[in-house]
């Protein structure tokens, strides 16, 4: 053993640390370039069926062990095919010559290289710029994280970066304008995307909603996320948000829903130390 030391009856080894260390780096890297996406469940659910193939074998439940073998077998394949575009960003994620130095690269993940919070969403801008596109008519589809980057979704636009403000909102959404199709990505206070493709609900809508209303139901299903819709047809403003469409909203209304959204974290934490678990009264 090379400068090992034994814990219990288990001999642990330098090489078996640096091995743990190094998994673990990678399922986090690949976590966050599937974070914000529906594709971190299945992965999830892939490696949960792993771990109990592992713990069967190693209970010698044989019959079990070879259905789930034949399970992992075929797994490997249909990852492939079900996690190709995470493979692919994965791959050239590495392959950035840069990408230890720059800003967007390989360790930019890292908890310690975190930038630090942007500043809060200011509602108002927004809610002005609604208004505005809604009284002319002119679609609009923007999407609000108050947690993930959803890179994946920022990556299938134009990257901007820039304050979120209302002459911005209406110059991206203008008719002639080459990034009016498409979504508005908003994470902590700034537009980080323009031009991005969505994924679009597989559920039955009514008639009356188009393809803005149902990428934005899609992406309520599939993110921790709040989309702002304004209709080209009607100039109706709506929220998507878990699956569930509000439409035909007032400007008030838009309001309480998206600082209802902004906020529900801060109140559940605040719920839950008003009123502490049942077993912390009993010990007390």
């Known amino acids: 053993m090379i400068l090992g030391f034994t814990i219990g009856f288990l001999e642990v080894s330098l090489v078996d640390i640096l091995d743990i260390g190094l998994v673990s780096f990678l399922l986090f890297q690949v976590y966050n370039l599937m974070r914000g996406s529906v594709a971190v469940r299945i992965f ?21 062990s070879a259905i789930l073998g034949q399970f992992m ?3 490997v394949i249909a990852a492939i095919i079900l996690f190709q575009q995470e493979i ?31 500043e809060e969403l200011n509602i108002t801008p927004l809610i002005e710029a609604s208004k505005s596109l809604g009284g002319t008519n002119t679609g609009a589809l923007i999407v609000l994280s108050k947690g993930s980057e959803l890179k994946f979704y920022s990556e299938s636009g134009d990257l901007i970066d820039a304050i979120v403000s209302k002459r911005l909102l209406m110059a991206i959404f203008n008719k002639t ?18 031009r991005c493709v969505l994924p679009v609900t597989e559920k039955d809508v009514p008639a009356q909603f188009g393809l803005r209303h149902r990428a934005a139901i899609g992406m309520s299903e599939t993110t921790d996320t709040i989309i702002l819709i304004v209709s080209e047809e009607t100039g109706q403003l709506s929220v998507a948000r878990n699956g569930t469409i509000y439409h035909n909203l007032s400007n008030q209304e838009i309001r309480s829903k998206i600082n209802d959204y902004l906020t529900e974290d801060k109140k559940k934490k605040s719920k839950e130390e008003k009123n502490p678990s049942t077993e912390e009264e009993v010990v007390k």
């Open 44 to 64: 999830i659910g892939f490696l949960s069926l792993y771990l109990i193939y592992l713990v069967v074998r190693a209970a010698e439940m044989e019959l079990l």
């Open 177 to 194: 304008s080459p990034l009016h199709d498409g979504a508005v990505i908003i994470h902590k206070g700034r537009i980080t995307a323009a």
């Open 88 to 118: 692919r960003k994965f791959l050239l994620l590495l392959g950035k010559t840069t990408s230890f130095n720059s800003e967007n690269g390989f360790l930019s993940n890292l908890p310690w290289k975190k930038k630090k919070a942007g």
């Open 73 to 75: 077998g075929v797994g």
